[in-house]
């Protein structure tokens, strides 16, 4: 009875441990805080990637935490470290981070803007998978990779003057995009960039920007206005409905 009564005791005193902690590492220099609904992030270097999100130090916590403050110096923000934070609504990625883990904004269904860097080069798989709620994103990035396809939430999109290329389906199947502006510094569009994005009624394409691949623009029924700027060669099928 009293072997039983202790190892209840010790259960408690854990439980009570990791629901109350508000502090620690995540990473080798950096430290987190939580705090009236903020998290914050302080320090240098990697974040650690996480095997799951019940592995994450703040998960306890996850349902108060609105805001995140990330640190200038944070070089790669961990996978899963804001996964399916029901209350995250917006979040500004320092210049600083050129890693995005996988899966690490999955399930932020509160998570309305972004803006992502002109440091990020690699975006992890499903990081903004199932964030409903976001409905417009700013990336100042070099590269564009297959970061927001299927968001059927997305309406705008501002791309910074430092992006060179928005890759193969990029936006595709974004269906509540209505607007985004190419901006003169994008050399190269990849293959179904903005395939089936069905709201999407007017596109400029960039002067350097001299050929169109194949089903870029294919199933954009409402795409009304384009202009070709440079365009000389067409791939397979760009405009078809």
Not at 15 to 33: E, H, P, R, Y
Not at 118 to 139: D, H, P, Q, R
Request: one cysteine or more.
């Amino acid at each position: 009875m009293k072997r039983l009564v202790y190892i209840i005791f010790v259960l408690t005193c854990c439980l009570i441990s990791a629901q109350a902690q508000t502090s620690g590492s995540c990473g080798d220099n950096l430290t987190w805080q939580f705090a009236d609904s903020t998290l914050t992030i302080t320090g240098t270097g990697a974040m650690y990637d996480y095997s799951s999100y019940s592995s994450v130090p703040w998960y306890s916590s996850r349902s108060s935490i609105a805001h995140v403050s990330l640190p200038e110096g944070l070089t790669h923000i961990g996978q899963y470290a804001f996964y399916n934070h029901p209350k995250l609504n917006s979040i500004t990625i320092p210049n600083s981070v050129t890693t995005i883990g996988e899966k690490v904004f999955s399930g932020c269904k509160e998570l309305k803007n972004i803006t992502i860097s002109e440091g990020v080069k690699t975006i992890g798989k499903k990081a903004f998978y199932n964030c409903e709620g976001l409905t417009s994103i700013e990336i100042n990035c070099d590269t564009i990779g297959n970061w927001f396809s299927e968001n059927k939430s997305i309406e705008s999109i501002v791309l910074g003057g430092n992006v060179k290329t928005i890759g193969s389906s990029a936006f595709s199947n974004c269906t509540g995009l209505t607007n985004i502006t190419i901006p003169e510094s994008v050399t190269t569009i990849g293959e179904e960039a903005f395939y089936g994005c069905s709201s999407l009624t007017s596109i400029s394409i960039p002067e350097k920007v001299t050929y169109l691949p194949d089903y870029i623009f294919q199933s954009c029924k409402s795409l009304k206005n384009i202009d070709l700027g440079n365009v000389r060669k067409f791939g397979k099928q760009v405009f078809q409905y």
